[in-house]
């Protein structure tokens, strides 16, 4: 009987990517995947390290890892991604009945470690290769995620990414183009680009086939069948007129774009060494909102970076309100092991950081929730996933601004349908599907 594997994935698209590719290389060794982690011979776990948190909630899963492998020592225990690569002069010791452990660039080691002889600990963390070129098992029908590069430049001082995933290594255009034809061949409508820094892309590829990110989009915006084009996650440095222009006048790369702000404070986004200060930010909100006034701008925002006063906080909500985002997420800051902001002062209280928090999201989900309601009374079009998580008698689907669209109707999974929405609250928009609107 083939082997069975259970992988457990943590963390960010790249990471679900990842275990997708993971998951498609295990079957090309004749692995099936096993429902539950007890029924597996072989336990993954693709992990993620952004925040001490997440290390303590995976350390809790690895217990039962551990239980499981006491009950049959034939059983073997991998740990991959970001946690395994922090840890890596490490892990064997701390955890013994852990049998492989590969950091982000070295998921394909694992092909090499399974077909060994002799099973014996191994750890694999060189940064050698991205896992796009590896077979994939997609966890979703209509939608597939499209790694283009991997890795990161920048040197933010409270992240830990550069050193889990190393310097930024682009994958050739043409390369891409052909994944993405397969993808449209497979039924795939919708693309989401991935990168840490995916507007950096292609810089680093041979002068020869160097291709920027807006080259990309519009190399891709042609691939017959796609019809929606997404990515994540830029940086406003390299957010440039014409990734703007691209978005402008290609007809597949849809009206969302995330912007991450971190904090409206330019002293703040000094020290994060974010490269960028409170007016260059607003200069590429205002060239975004002057091309293309209905696209929707979500961002990422830290609160409680260490030194930040109320001043700082302060600004930090006036650029909140002055752009208007359709969404964002927020994040309490929490020191990082490894990074230069752990080893700053003038950490801010945990209390003043929670009652700055509060008075953030009161304010991004007031503004998200007058912003949604530019939507009420149009069709907006929305790429069906299924029936609703909270109402089984309604049908769930993403907008091309990225609206999570809750709606009455008939229409299946992977179907493009209009939606007439009559009410919108700061996430959601809830309306009818208009009949004989079937798009494509
Ligand atoms: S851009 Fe900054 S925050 Fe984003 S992955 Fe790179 S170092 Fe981390």
């Avoid at 993405?180 to 507007?199: C, K």
């Avoid at 160097?210 to 691939?223: I, K, N, Q």
């Avoid at 930040?308 to 020191?335: C, I, W």
Wanted: aromatic fraction near 6%.
């Amino acid at each position: 009987m083939a082997r069975r594997y259970h992988v457990t994935t943590f963390g960010c698209q790249m990471n679900e990517h990842d275990s997708e590719r993971m998951r498609g290389m295990l079957e090309s060794l004749g692995y099936s995947e096993a429902a539950e982690r007890s029924e597996a011979d072989l336990i993954l776990f693709n992990t993620c390290s952004i925040r001490e948190s997440a290390d303590q909630r995976f350390i809790a899963h690895l217990g039962e890892a551990k239980r499981l492998k006491a009950e049959r020592p034939d059983r073997v225990v991998g740990v991959g991604g970001c946690w395994a690569q922090s840890v890596k002069d490490e892990v064997f010791e701390r955890f013994p009945f852990v049998d492989v452990a590969f950091g982000p660039g070295q998921v394909g080691r694992l092909a090499e470690f399974l077909t060994q002889d002799s099973l014996s600990a191994q750890g694999y963390f060189e940064f050698e290769d991205v896992t796009g070129h590896l077979p994939m098992k997609r966890g979703r029908e209509f939608q597939a995620w499209v790694q283009i590069s991997q890795g990161c430049n920048c040197r933010c001082s409270y992240c830990i990414v550069p050193s889990t995933r190393g310097r930024e290594i682009s994958r050739g255009a043409l390369e891409l183009v052909d994944e993405v034809r397969s993808l449209a061949a497979d039924g795939v409508r919708e693309i989401t680009l991935l990168g840490q820094n995916v507007n950096s892309y292609g810089r680093d590829l041979p002068r020869e086939a160097r291709t920027s990110f807006a080259e990309l989009l519009r190399s891709l915006d042609g691939v017959r069948g796609i019809e929606r084009i997404r990515y994540t996650s830029p940086h406003p440095k390299d957010m440039r007129s014409d990734v703007i222009a691209a978005h402008a006048e290609c007809a597949s790369v849809c009206e969302h774009i995330h912007l991450p702000l971190q904090s409206g404070s330019t002293r703040i986004l000094k020290a994060m060494r974010r490269t960028y200060g409170r007016e260059r930010y607003l200069d590429r909100v205002a060239q975004i909102r002057e091309l293309l006034p209905d696209c929707a701008l979500t961002t990422d925002v830290i609160v409680g970076f260490p030194g930040e006063t109320e001043e700082d906080f302060a600004q930090t909500l006036t650029v909140v309100d002055e752009v208007g985002y359709d969404g964002a997420f927020t994040f309490v800051f929490s020191p990082r092991r490894g990074t230069e902001a752990a080893t700053l002062g003038d950490q801010v209280p945990h209390a003043v950081k929670k009652e700055r928090m509060a008075r953030l999201v009161e304010l991004v989900q007031a503004r998200a929730k007058e912003r949604a309601q530019r939507f009420v009374g149009r069709n907006v079009e929305v790429l069906v996933e299924g029936s609703s998580r909270h109402d089984a008698s309604r049908l769930r689907g993403r907008s091309r601004h990225n609206k999570m669209v809750n709606f009455e109707g008939t229409a299946a999974a992977g179907e493009i349908i209009e939606v007439e929405v009559e009410s919108a609250s700061s996430m959601t928009l809830v309306g009818q599907e208009r009949l004989l609107s079937r798009v494509g």
